[in-house]
């Protein structure tokens, strides 16, 4: 099982830039999908995260800015970011919850994509 990011870049504070993030591999279920962030000697954060229903959960920094979302069929979380800030700039790792089997749920890590926000 993999994920893979996409959709980091540089854009300037106001603008906005969408991450994708698709999961591949042998998979039976996907339960919840979220983005992480980590700046420069920071911990990692939770950006956003969805369930496998849809419910969502924003960390207070982006809500009202970022919308993340889902497409069960394609195994893909997205993330629109909106209004950037300057200290939105960050390495973004998207996670899932994965299953395998039905008794068999991991959780999985994507390889990070730089979001920089810079005039």
């Known amino acids: 099982v993999q994920l893979q990011a996409f959709g980091g870049g540089l854009v300037q504070p106001g603008g906005s830039l969408r991450l994708s993030c698709a999961a591949s591999?042998?998979?039976?279920?996907?339960?919840?999908m979220g983005w992480y962030r980590q700046a420069p000697e920071k911990q990692r954060e939770l950006v956003a995260v969805?369930?496998?229903?849809?419910?969502?959960n924003y960390a207070g920094s982006v809500k009202g800015r970022f919308t993340i979302s889902r497409d069960n069929a394609k195994n893909t979380v997205y993330l629109q970011m909106n209004n950037l800030k300057r200290e939105d700039t960050a390495v973004y790792y998207c996670?899932?919850?994965?299953?395998?089997?039905?008794?068999?749920?991991?959780?999985?890590w994507g390889r990070g994509t730089q979001v920089t926000v810079s005039s």
């Open positions: 996670n899932a919850e994965i299953g395998r089997r039905w008794n068999d749920y991991r959780p999985y």
């Open positions: 591999g042998s998979i039976f279920s996907i339960n919840d």
């Open positions: 969805i369930s496998g229903g849809g419910s969502t």
